[in-house]
């Protein structure tokens, strides 16, 4: 079955607009779900800042807080808690390290 060109014109068409408006579509749906996740983030700022402020800030789930470093590349530290970790079988976040020195002989 040959099919004239102003038909396959006319079908070419309408693909087309269908799937500009899927598109169309999907802009919408994105930019609705952009407004109402910025809504929430806006909202989030003033109910914390209505809170009292904490003396000592909130830690994430599994630090243990700060550790000072005397005369050591963080790098080098960060090796240093690893082997350590490892060598007692822990995980990382149930050590707390308060210090690292380089020790120089």
């Known amino acids: 079955m040959k ?3 102003g038909e396959a014109l006319i079908y070419s068409l309408l693909g ?3 799937v500009f408006f899927a598109l169309i579509l999907l802009m919408i749906c994105i930019k609705i779900l952009v ?8 909202e989030e700022p003033v109910a914390a800042a209505a809170e009292p402020a904490a003396a000592e800030p909130v830690l994430a789930t599994g630090t243990a807080g700060d550790i000072k470093l ?3 590349d963080p790098r080098d530290a960060a090796m240093v808690m690893a082997i350590v970790a490892d060598t007692l079988g822990k995980p990382l976040n149930e050590l707390r390290f308060i210090s690292i020195k380089e ?3």
């Open 103 to 105: 020790v120089e002989e």
């Open 16 to 18: 087309m607009l269908v």
């Open 70 to 72: 005397y005369n050591t």
């Open 35 to 42: 407004a109402v996740t910025d809504r929430k983030k806006k």
């Open 3 to 5: 099919m004239a060109f």
